[in-house]
């Protein structure tokens, strides 16, 4: 509905904006770039932050930047992954149907890489999407897995994404010898004020408006409340929009803003 009275040619707050068109900060760009080469040398990556800081965001441009000539990419994402699931669901990825017990099921997995890498010529890579649901069994078995060939190389990129507190239990003592196989770390932060009204000029644009809509003073009520969270941005921007459309507001301001996060996100 607000779309119309705004002049969009598509919604500007959704989840499914096309990779090429997400806000990229300095920061998320930069955790690509490093996510682009622990993929090119075959390292295991670990990438967290809190809610809302552009994992999914990063991961996103990271599939559609490395090429499918040169990279296999493999997505899990299990609150309950076990280490037979985990085995079974990258098999399944590679069009095998996975052996029952875990070390017949993890052999098999090995060979195919294997195959893939000297036949084929294509350097895995694997992305496991809310690792810090993980539990203790399941990431010792990424130790075990990323030790072949007495420890010489590593079968594959491997990238753990996941909230922040899962780089807190790695650095406990019981975890340091996973910890000391981490090649790359990337810590993800909420976006600044300044990054804040980047991010929503960025997708208002995407959505083909061609004025200013909010306020200065509604983008800082909007970062306030939202501490930089982008999940948290869409949220309270579609609202806005709803409630301007609603109401034949075309400007949005900071009064606007707060009457919507009073009344319907609070």
């Known amino acids: 509905m607000f779309e119309v009275f705004y002049g969009f040619r598509r919604a500007p707050f959704t989840r499914d904006l096309p990779t090429e068109e997400l806000y990229m900060p300095v920061m998320l760009e930069e955790a690509l770039e490093r996510l682009e080469y622990a993929a090119e040398r075959q390292w295991f990556a670990v990438v967290t932050g809190d809610c809302g800081t552009g994992k999914t965001t990063t991961i996103r441009r990271l599939t559609q930047a490395l090429s499918a000539k040169t990279y296999k990419m493999m997505y899990l994402s299990d609150s309950k992954l076990t280490p037979r699931h985990f085995y079974k669901g990258l098999l399944e990825q590679l069009g095998c149907e996975a052996k029952f017990y875990r070390g017949d099921a993890k052999r098999q997995l090995h060979r195919e890489i294997e195959l893939m890498r000297g036949l084929h010529q294509l350097k895995p890579c694997v992305i496991v999407d809310e690792a810090h649901l993980l539990d203790r069994e399941m990431l010792e078995e990424v130790r075990f897995l990323l030790n072949v060939h007495m420890d010489s190389e590593s079968p594959m990129a491997l990238i753990l994404v996941g909230q922040s507190e899962l780089w807190d239990r790695l650095r406990m003592q019981a975890y340091a010898a996973i910890r000391q196989r981490i090649d790359l770390q990337c810590k993800l932060q909420h976006y600044d004020r300044s990054q804040t009204g980047e991010y929503i000029i960025r997708h208002l644009a995407y959505a083909g408006s061609e004025q200013a809509i909010f306020s200065d003073n509604a983008l800082d009520v909007i970062y306030t409340f939202s501490s930089g969270s982008a999940r948290l941005i869409n949220k309270v921007c579609t609202n806005c929009l ?25």
Request: glycine share 8%.
């Open 242 to 266: 709803i409630y301007g459309a609603v109401n034949q507001k075309r400007i949005i301001d900071d009064h606007m803003v707060k009457r919507v996060i009073e009344g319907e996100l609070i």
